[in-house]
């Protein structure tokens, strides 16, 4: 009798400890290899052998249904070493962000690219060396990719305009060389808020992107030069455009602006011709013109007077409010 009572006691605490590790041991698995090979550090101490990873563990994020790893999100800590290979073998991962992790160091884990399901990745602020890697462009259910503030060289790869989900592309504050894609003027799905800022391309704005829609750009502190006004025009619906310090060069008397343009920023540039009344009107809540080679009266009305002298300042013959008035 007494035996009978330990069996089913002991069945009993089995069927409990099974029921309360929701956790899938393969992900379980992968998780602490990612803890080893980081050298077990602080930040994922409550990653513990002993308990579960769904419901204990900080940095992850289970399906309530399946119980499988959909996030994995390290940001803002100090860990040390490349991204494990480990990270491949979490295949139900949506969500992949390690951020402000300045001693994450070498190129982007190739194993990355087993990660189907992945819709948001950002590897952001760390000090990734190497290049943007062409496998990502596999990864096509990507909404987000985020590689600012790394390292990285080399040319950026035309396949990204192949992901047909990408919402947002954060390639700033790189060292990224070579010219801007022309493929970027043809992404295959939604057109993302493209970020290319604080990199050392070079080249001219493909005329490609003149065909193409975007909501953000930003491509300022490169090295472009030539003709951006392609980038323009009266049918587009474009809110945010920053090409400031680089070289560029055309005639902004010329350029017509979608009237949806509520931040402009030139500064820093070769672009010549004067202000044009079609300017005011538009509802501008930045505007920065200044260190050109424009020339005539600042059209009055709109918003322009509502800026200061330095929206416009150090430019080769520009006049009128609010800089000296015209002689």
């Known amino acids: 009798m007494k035996q ?78 490349e991204i ?60 987000l990719l985020d590689l600012a503030f790394n390292s990285l060289s080399g040319s950026i790869p035309s396949s990204l ?17 070579g010219s801007i894609p022309e493929s970027f003027g043809a992404f295959q799905g939604k057109v993302p808020y493209l970020y290319l800022s604080h990199n050392q391309l070079s080249g001219k704005i493909p005329a490609s992107l003149g065909k193409t829609d975007f909501n953000v750009l930003d491509f300022s502190r490169n090295r472009l030069e030539g003709d951006a006004s392609v980038l323009f025009g009266p049918n587009k619906t474009t809110q945010i455009v920053d090409l400031s310090r680089n070289l560029l060069t055309f005639d902004l008397s010329k350029v017509v602006f979608p009237s949806s343009l509520t931040s402009l920023d030139l500064n820093h540039n070769k672009i010549y011709g004067n202000i044009p009344q079609q300017m005011t009107q538009l509802t501008m809540q930045l505007l920065n013109v200044s260190y050109n080679r424009l020339c005539g009266q600042i059209p009055v009305g709109g918003k322009l007077q509502s800026f200061d002298s330095y929206t416009y300042f150090h430019n080769r013959c520009l006049c009128g409010a609010p800089l000296e008035s015209c002689k």
């Open 4 to 81: 009978i009572l330990f069996l089913s006691l002991l069945i009993s605490t089995l069927f409990s400890l099974s029921l309360s590790e929701l956790c899938n041991h393969h992900d379980k698995k992968a998780l602490l290899q990612i803890k080893q090979d980081f050298g077990n550090p602080y930040l994922l101490a409550s990653w513990k052998s002993d308990t579960d990873c769904c419901t204990q563990w900080y940095q992850v994020e289970c399906d309530s249904t399946t119980h499988r790893i959909i996030s994995l999100t390290i940001f803002a800590g100090e860990l040390s070493g």
């Open 161 to 177: 305009a192949l992901l047909p989900n990408l919402g947002t592309l954060h390639l700033d504050r790189n060292k990224l060389t």
């Open 84 to 143: 494990p290979p480990a990270v491949g073998d979490l295949p139900y991962l949506q969500t992949l962000e390690f951020h402000k992790l300045t001693n994450v160091t070498g190129p982007i884990q190739p194993a990355i690219a087993k990660l189907k399901s992945l819709n948001f990745l950002r590897l952001s602020w760390l000090s990734l060396t190497g290049s943007v890697p062409d496998f990502l462009s596999q990864l096509k259910s990507l909404t």
